[in-house]
């Protein structure tokens, strides 16, 4: 009996051995995979990462156009506009048609910090516009016009002029020469801090390129003076003309203040800019006359109003001496 019991205890023993080495052969269930899911904190659109707690917005768009008698972009032929600086000019009045496509693509990261939201945004985008490019083969045109920063207040990297108010570039489809955006479409270089006092009261402080709003200044008293493109005005000491700038040597400095509320937002801004001329004639040197450094200024007022259904309705006034980039 003990020997019959032994044989069966060994019997059972073996089965269940055999059966956990089994088990561990077969193989194991596979984690369920983790779709990305909605993140709600920074509204519609936003996506986290999978396996972070980081958030996530992809954007573009694609543009097209075509214009009859006009240039490259929307300037109309022969009307002193940028493109009647370029080589390019003498097709742009011979081409009865021209045309654009771009597109472009943005990515918003942002995620929680023990400081705040740090946001980091990026567009990017390529197009091809006659008659800058034939349209023939893949010539085209690489830009990027916004890559920027925000942590703590700062904002720093490539992004709209903080003198900027209100401005209906993102509203229309108008060429951006006309628009009254000082950063036009490109974008300006800047480091800003904007202190945030509660109920949607702000005020920032903004040092920015100051190439993008550069524009030749002169001063009509300086004898010698080499004029490139025009006659200088004699009653102003700041007087535009196409020819080379000064320098960088010191930042537009923009200070404004914001109450934004649901109803929209008013602000005031203020700005000073460097309108030193350079040196004038070929070659660059002291001889061809230097006239007087001087110090621009701009202020600005502007608001938007929402309105019932989606609608809105805004304004932007503006008043600069020696800044007629603003």
């Not at 917005?57 to 032929?77: H, V, W």
Request: some cysteine; overall charge negative.
């Amino acid at each position: 009996m003990s020997i019959a019991k032994g044989a069966l205890l060994g019997t059972a023993a073996a089965i269940v051995s055999l059966g956990s080495a089994g088990a561990a052969d077969l193989p194991v269930k596979a984690r369920p995979v983790e779709h990305m899911k909605i993140c709600p904190l920074y509204g519609e659109g936003f996506y986290y990462i999978p396996g972070t707690d980081t958030c996530l917005k992809i954007g573009g768009f694609l543009r097209i156009q075509t214009e009859y008698n006009m240039g490259a972009g929307g300037g109309a032929a022969g009307n002193g506009s940028t493109e009647a600086a370029q080589a390019r000019f003498a097709r742009d009045v011979t081409n009865d048609m021209n045309y654009r496509v771009r597109a472009a693509m943005s990515w918003d990261v942002r995620q929680q910090t023990d400081y705040g939201t740090l946001r980091t945004y990026a567009r990017w985008g390529a197009e091809n516009t006659t008659p800058l490019q034939t349209g023939a083969g893949t010539t085209f045109s690489p830009y990027w016009d916004r890559a920027f920063l925000q942590f703590a207040g700062f904002t720093v990297g490539k992004t709209v002029s903080f003198f900027d108010l209100f401005t209906y570039t993102p509203y229309s489809y108008h060429d951006p020469r006309v628009t009254g955006d000082t950063t036009t479409s490109n974008g300006t270089p800047l480091w800003a801090y904007t202190a945030q006092f509660g109920a949607g009261v702000s005020a920032s402080l903004s040092l920015e390129d100051p190439a993008a709003k550069a524009t030749q200044v002169v001063d009509a008293t300086v004898p010698g003076f080499f004029a490139v493109n025009g006659a200088i005005n004699p009653d102003s000491a700041f007087s535009q003309q196409a020819a080379n700038t000064n320098g960088f040597r010191m930042p537009d400095i923009v200070v404004n203040g914001r109450v934004d509320q649901e109803w929209g937002f008013f602000g005031a801004s203020g700005m000073i800019h460097d309108a030193s001329g350079a040196y004038y004639g070929t070659p660059n040197n002291v001889n061809n006359g230097h006239p007087a450094d001087k110090i621009g200024w701009a202020v600005a007022a502007g608001g938007k109003l929402n309105l019932p259904g989606g609608d809105m309705i805004g304004a932007n006034v503006c008043y600069a001496e020696g800044s007629v980039g603003f």
